[in-house]
């Protein structure tokens, strides 16, 4: 495919987006923005729900992964399972009952307005580099195949995709991303779908065999017992459960199209169908690291330094233009949702969690609406920053260090919420802050030496449990003495 060719593909896919958004984003308000209403139908959701939960890192890395971690994801997967009930039958029910626009509200309910800002300010952290790493990886990859052909600089290249995530969001919000979520979930699942049957056809197989030479592969194993590995199935399928708690269920991105259904039960409903498909949804993600890897050592393809560029290598040099034209769509459907969700939340957590703009009874919806402007470009203009940062970095080891940094700032939002729910206690409140930046700090330590203090254990996903423990622990150190009980949320 010549360089033209993929970027008309871009922009026929982002003026989809675009039709999509006139549709959704006529007489949009604040409430439009923020919760959509309330009308959004839940089937809708949960389908959006697996393109934004899945990202460019997911669609490159989790094929890549199976060479080294075979199947081993899906233990996490599972675990996913159990935090997504955790979060239908526990933390949504408190959401709607306290009727919250931001779910880090329920911290000032709770113990009051430095934890709640706190919260806030880590979720901030969190997803402004977890987002622009997400939207790096993608945007180098059209960077190398499309824009480095024309000699456009890469700092361009980031300021269009930017410019069109705003011109699609900055108006409808909510209520246009649960749409859009669900354009972007279809050509992500073709993406992998035709894509195994294209690898298939190159084997001369058809899909009974394929699914037997991968059954009877290497890589199928999911279950692995040491306990000193880094695949030990506990570890991982614990891990899974409290990612899928704090990445979706403490993360404002996730639950703030939870919230844009129309009342708890719908968006209970959801969530059970969500966490369900999204299992087979990953299962086909490996599988096709499966394929991929087989395809290789069938043809005698040498594997790439990388296992992330395992599965674009393959489809741009080895298969033909249209599993390419496949793959590139895939990807463009991958990094939009990363995008479009964390600027959407990002701006709706700073404008209700610290300008407050929801109590603003004194400024018009005009004035408010013009706030909430200023608050979305300078995100927008933010992430920019950072992914020019990463770029400028260039350097793997330390980019991967520092978006497994950005998973370390939810062990305090974990901590904070189990605590809430969990106690009766009150807290000294300007104290938190001070427990959630020790927390992970004291979990980076424990983690670079648990070899040697922990009889060689290492550890992986489930780093954030101890997080959260941590963090517990420093809340009942600062507790106040004399409790009176307080009143359940």
Same mark, same amino acid.
């Given at each position: 495919?010549?360089?033209?060719?993929?970027?008309?593909?871009?922009?026929?896919?982002?003026?989809?987006?675009?039709?999509?958004?006139?549709?959704?984003?006529?007489?949009?308000?604040?409430?439009?923005?923020?919760?959509?209403?309330?009308?959004?139908?839940?089937?809708?959701?949960?389908?959006?729900?697996?393109?934004?939960?899945?990202?460019?890192?997911?669609?490159?890395?989790?094929?890549?992964?199976?060479?080294?971690?075979?199947?081993?994801?899906?233990?996490?997967?599972?675990?996913?399972?159990?935090?997504?009930?955790?979060?239908?039958?526990?933390?949504?029910?408190?959401?709607?009952?306290?009727?919250?626009?931001?779910?880090?509200?329920?911290?000032?309910?709770?113990?009051?307005?430095?934890?709640?800002?706190?919260?806030?300010?880590?979720?901030?952290?969190?997803?402004?580099?977890?987002?622009?790493?997400?939207?790096?990886?993608?945007?180098?990859?059209?960077?190398?195949?499309?824009?480095?052909?024309?000699?456009?600089?890469?700092? /361009?290249?980031?300021?269009?995709?930017? /410019?069109?995530?705003?011109?699609?969001?900055?108006?409808?919000?909510?209520?246009?991303?649960?749409?859009?979520?669900?354009?972007?979930?279809?050509?992500?699942?073709?993406?992998?779908?035709?894509?195994?049957?294209?690898?298939?056809?190159?084997?001369?197989?058809?899909?009974?065999?394929?699914?037997?030479?991968?059954?009877?592969?290497?890589?199928?194993?999911?279950?692995?017992?040491?306990?000193?590995?880094?695949?030990?199935? !506990?570890?991982?399928?614990?891990?899974?459960?409290?990612?899928?708690?704090?990445?979706?269920?403490?993360?404002?991105?996730?639950?703030?199209?939870?919230?844009?259904?129309?009342?708890?039960?719908?968006?209970?409903?959801?969530?059970?169908?969500?966490?369900?498909?999204?299992?087979?949804?990953?299962?086909?993600?490996?599988?096709?690291?499966?394929?991929?890897?087989?395809? /290789?050592?069938?043809?005698?393809?040498?594997?790439?330094?990388?296992?992330?560029?395992?599965?674009?290598?393959?489809?741009?040099?080895?298969?033909?233009?249209?599993?390419?034209?496949?793959?590139?769509?895939?990807?463009?459907?991958?990094?939009?949702?990363?995008?479009?969700?964390? !600027?959407?939340?990002?701006?709706?957590?700073?404008?209700?969690?610290?300008?407050?703009?929801?109590?603003?009874?004194?400024?018009?919806?005009?004035?408010?609406?013009?706030?909430?402007?200023?608050?979305?470009?300078?995100?927008?203009?933010?992430?920019?920053?950072?992914?020019?940062?990463?770029? /400028?970095?260039?350097?793997?080891?330390?980019?991967?260090?520092?978006?497994?940094?950005?998973?370390?700032?939810?062990?305090?939002?974990?901590?904070?919420?189990?605590?809430?729910?969990?106690?009766?206690?009150?807290?000294?409140?300007?104290?938190?802050? #001070?427990?959630? #930046?020790?927390?992970?700090?004291?979990?980076?330590?424990?983690?670079?030496?648990?070899?040697?203090? !922990?009889?060689?254990?290492?550890?992986?996903?489930?780093? !954030?449990?101890?997080?959260?423990?941590?963090?517990?622990?420093?809340?009942?150190?600062?507790?106040?003495?004399?409790?009176?009980?307080?009143?359940?949320?």
């Amino acid at each position: 495919m010549s360089p033209a060719f993929i970027f008309l593909i871009f922009l026929l896919y982002s003026a989809l987006l675009f039709f999509i958004t006139w549709l959704t984003a006529r007489k949009a308000n604040n409430d439009t923005y923020f919760i959509g209403n309330k009308q959004s139908p839940w089937y809708v959701v949960a389908y959006g729900m697996i393109g934004a939960s899945l990202s460019g890192v997911t669609f490159m890395s989790v094929p890549g992964s199976v060479g080294g971690t075979q199947f081993s994801y899906m233990m996490v997967v599972f675990g996913y399972l159990f935090g997504y009930f955790t979060i239908a039958t526990v933390l949504m029910p408190m959401y709607y009952k306290l009727n919250l626009t931001s779910i880090y509200t329920y911290l000032n309910k709770r113990f009051g307005f430095w934890s709640y800002k706190t919260g806030a300010f880590f979720f901030l952290l969190s997803r402004t580099i977890g987002a622009s790493f997400r939207m790096y990886l993608v945007i180098n990859v059209l960077q190398i195949f499309v824009f480095d052909q024309w000699g456009v600089p890469f700092g /361009v290249s980031v300021a269009v995709f930017i /410019v069109l995530i705003i011109l699609y969001t900055f108006e409808g919000g909510v209520k246009t991303i649960v749409w859009t979520d669900t354009l972007q979930t279809t050509f992500m699942l073709l993406g992998v779908v035709l894509s195994i049957i294209f690898i298939t056809r190159e084997l001369n197989l058809n899909f009974s065999e394929i699914f037997d030479s991968v059954r009877h592969s290497k890589y199928s194993q999911i279950v692995f017992a040491d306990w000193h590995d880094s695949r030990y199935f !506990l570890k991982k399928f614990f891990g899974g459960m409290f990612i899928a708690i704090v990445m979706t269920g403490l993360d404002q991105e996730m639950m703030q199209k939870n919230l844009s259904c129309r009342n708890l039960k719908e968006a209970q409903k959801n969530m059970f169908t969500f966490s369900f498909v999204l299992l087979f949804v990953n299962a086909m993600f490996l599988f096709l690291g499966a394929v991929l890897y087989i395809y /290789v050592s069938t043809k005698g393809i040498a594997l790439p330094a990388k296992s992330d560029d395992l599965f674009p290598v393959i489809a741009f040099q080895y298969l033909s233009p249209v599993a390419g034209l496949v793959f590139m769509l895939g990807l463009i459907s991958a990094a939009y949702p990363s995008a479009d969700g964390a !600027l959407t939340s990002l701006t709706t957590s700073f404008c209700v969690d610290f300008l407050g703009l929801k109590e603003k009874d004194n400024l018009s919806e005009k004035q408010k609406k013009k706030i909430r402007y200023i608050v979305h470009f300078s995100f927008a203009a933010l992430l920019l920053v950072v992914i020019m940062i990463f770029r /400028v970095v260039n350097n793997d080891a330390v980019v991967n260090s520092i978006f497994k940094a950005a998973g370390y700032t939810y062990g305090p939002l974990l901590g904070l919420f189990a605590f809430g729910l969990f106690t009766k206690f009150k807290i000294y409140d300007k104290r938190v802050w #001070i427990v959630a #930046i020790i927390s992970p700090v004291a979990c980076y330590f424990i983690s670079m030496f648990s070899k040697e203090i !922990l009889f060689g254990y290492v550890f992986d996903f489930e780093l !954030l449990i101890l997080n959260g423990i941590l963090t517990f622990v420093g809340l009942i150190i600062i507790k106040k003495n004399n409790n009176k009980e307080l009143s359940s949320f």
